[in-house]
């Protein structure tokens, strides 16, 4: 091993691999083919050293990235499949396989990534990959620049896959065309809402930190979770009917992801909640059977970089850019109303006035401000403690983030979905999205000894997205 050069590490990373946290991101990736380990072990060979990240370990006090040389075969996983093992249902093996990997944590003295290649088939796949990176080497922006800049379209394969589409902020107010004494007036009311709004969400951060916790429910963990074995579950939806509802309402995709995790997690919580039912599959008609006042927030995550737009790997890396490679980052949270509602697009509309409200704080540039300066003053475990004490006391984490707009493939290994996730978390679920082609994916990780039937809160997803399609063709709006 030979150290060459040291590097800080950013705030956000400090915290993620704090004996505390340890948080690891997992990227399941399914292919529509058998993977060949021996292109996968030549192609990183050649570009392993070119990415800092994955070339560099953590010093001991975690302070510094201290690039080393890497030997590839340490990091690429192919285990000996027993055919008799797997039988006639391969995703259980692969589900088995994942899980047992969380228990085992990545080997510090080498840079602190892996990955496993399974040829095994699954109801949707011919084969997968399941990649480790501790999260410390960057948020779901970077990792999704480096499958970019790793993969290429399945279309054309001699053209890198960097069709991601460009991302504006929506625009507010268009003062141009009004007077300057209303100029004026809006401007000092949006600025008064701001600051009000930031206030509020700084208050409710602190109560949260101190004692504020949300309801106990089906879907809220105990203190124990983080260190019982995770498992993953994914399903694949159409991003054809989010876009459909997104245009029809005048909202974002944002909104509508968040509409449709609240209606499905009221309908799964109402199920939970009514013991009578436990044995009947069907998905409508059930009382309400929830509790009043359920306190239900949910942690999202929120991207501070000044571009908010994908970049090539190689602009990420550079010094100062304003779409750095790394973990800039930090969360919100989002009071979901829990309830049954008999017209489905009251949840629609509910998240879309939540999110503009939040949208206009500071709340989020606050909590990353907070937490470098309590790094700097008092040290990584508080601010470890600060970062992880509000998580816990939420309910969830739901984390959305946009994928190619065509379908890629790796070095010739036609790729069939990519799903997102981590483990190391305080919650029993964790929920990532992620865009693919014309396909949405709902990725969970999620703690079985809490939640054993994850596949129903997917099923309520599909059924509230139905439902509020219906609601729009009957009104004439589709």
Known sequence: MTNQEEEPVSPMARVFQSPRIDLCAVTIVGFETKINPDVVLDALKQNVSKHPRFSSILSENGAKWIETEVNVEDHVIVPYIDPEEIGGDGQSFVDDYMSRLTMIPLDRSRP???????????????????????????????????????????????????????MKRRPKHNLQTKGWFLRSIITIGSTMRLIWNTIVDMVLLLATVLCLKDTKTPLKADVNTRNNPKRFYHRIISLDDIKHIKNAMDMTINDVLFGMS????????????????EENGALTSYPNNLPDGIRFRVACTVNLRSDIG??????????DSKCRWGNYFSFIFLPFSIGLQTDPLVHLRKCKSMMARKKHSYHAALVYFIIKIVLKVF????????????????????????????????????????????????????????????KMIISMAF????????????????????????????????
């Not at 994908?310 to 010094?319: E, I, Y």
């Not at 309910?395 to 996730?421: D, K």
Request: hydrophobic content about 40%.
């Open 447 to 478: 703690d079985p000894t809490v939640i054993p039937d994850p596949h129903m809160i997917c099923d309520d997803m599909e059924e509230s997205l139905k439902e509020m399609k219906a609601a729009l063709h009957e009104r004439g709006l589709l």
């Open 310 to 319: 994908f970049k090539p790997l190689a602009d990420m890396m550079v010094k």
């Open 112 to 166: 602190l990534w892996d990955i496993h290649i399974l040829n095994v088939k699954t109801y949707d796949a011919e084969a997968v990959s399941f990649i480790r990176s501790h999260h410390s080497l960057g948020d779901g922006m970077s990792l999704v620049s480096l499958i970019l800049a790793c993969t290429h379209k399945t279309s054309d394969p001699d053209m890198f896959s960097n069709a991601i589409p460009t």
């Open 379 to 438: 040290g990584a475990k508080v601010a470890a403690e600060l970062f992880d004490r509000p998580v816990r006391n939420l309910t969830t984490c739901v984390s959305n983030v946009i994928g190619p707009m065509e379908e890629i493939s790796f070095l010739g290994h036609p790729i069939a979905y990519i799903a997102p996730s981590s483990y190391g978390h305080a919650q029993a679920l964790l929920v990532h999205l992620m865009s693919y082609a014309d």
């Open 262 to 277: 609240q209606a499905s997690f009221s309908r799964y919580l109402n199920r939970r909640y009514d013991k009578r039912n």
